[in-house]
């Protein structure tokens, strides 16, 4: 079954780090780009990070370039998004998705895929 599942989100103070993982399964990461979207409450889904398949390349948006940084380990079939120096805008629900249709990385509906998500909140 093709799926995946996203974990690691939580309730972390401004200034906290969190590292966010997207497990896949029937996915192999050689052939699939991962993306991340956050959606915060009222706001549309937001690209804030990718790996590509090929040449791992990684982009992100640039709200975030600094402070997010994407991964991968293909050995656990596993995406990883590590966060540090979290604010409070950073609360969010946190996808991945994979099946890109495209080269628009941050479009979410050039995706096919979806996890359901992690809840990132930093508050004090």
């Known amino acids: 079954q093709v799926q995946l599942v996203e974990s690691g989100g939580g309730f972390v103070q401004p200034g906290g780090s969190l590292r966010l993982s997207c497990e896949t399964s029937?996915?192999?990461?050689?052939?699939?780009?991962i993306g991340w979207f956050r959606q915060a409450p009222g706001k549309e889904r937001e690209g804030v990070s990718c790996?590509?398949?090929?040449?791992?390349?990684?982009y992100y948006a640039d709200s975030v370039k600094g402070r997010f940084t994407i991964s991968r380990d293909n050995a656990k079939n596993s995406v990883y998004l590590h966060i540090n120096s979290l604010k409070p805008g950073d609360t969010a629900v946190y996808y991945c998705?994979?099946?890109?249709?495209?080269?628009?990385?941050?479009?979410?509906?050039?995706?096919?895929?979806w996890g359901q998500g992690t809840q990132v909140t930093v508050s004090s």
């Open positions: 998705a994979a099946d890109l249709d495209g080269s628009s990385w941050y479009k979410p509906n050039d995706y096919g895929l």
């Open positions: 029937g996915l192999p990461l050689d052939y699939y780009a």
């Open positions: 790996m590509s398949s090929t040449d791992g390349s990684k």
